[in-house]
């Protein structure tokens, strides 16, 4: 499966910022799907995944409550829905699939394809 992030910008601490991954591939309902985030000389860290069935979600505490993570099988993409963004927030977003079992893993090794990411910053 091939990942395309988009929907990153600038924007202000407070603002509301939608992310989303197109994903190509028939079998994109088959797999769970998480977002991560770097910023600059950081790892990469995870914010939230949905498994395949829409039925188990985690999120990372840091967003919990202002992040959502829908999915839209029919139309092969995952977004990231942001509120309440904070400067913290600001990082390069990736998009990841992970194609074993049912599952919203936290890990990044899990995750078998990755997305180009895409910058979002939040100013103060």
């Known amino acids: 499966v091939q990942l395309q992030a988009s929907g990153g910008g600038l924007v202000q601490a407070g603002d509301s910022l939608r992310l989303s991954c197109a994903a190509s591939?028939?079998?994109?309902?088959?797999?769970?799907m998480g977002w991560f985030r770097q910023a600059p000389g950081k790892e990469r860290a995870f914010v939230a995944a949905?498994?395949?069935?829409?039925?188990?979600?985690n999120y990372a505490n840091s967003v919990k409550g202002r992040f959502t993570i829908p999915r839209d099988n029919d139309k092969n993409t995952v977004s990231l829905q942001m509120n309440s963004l904070k400067p913290e927030d600001t990082a390069v977003y990736y998009c990841?699939?992970?194609?074993?079992?049912?599952?919203?893993?936290?890990?990044?090794?899990?995750?078998?394809?990755w997305g180009q990411g895409t910058q979002v910053t939040v100013s103060s």
């Open positions: 990841a699939a992970d194609n074993w079992g049912t599952r919203a893993s936290v890990a990044k090794t899990s995750y078998d394809y």
């Open positions: 591939g028939r079998t994109f309902s088959r797999y769970n």
């Open positions: 949905i498994s395949w069935t829409g039925n188990t979600i």
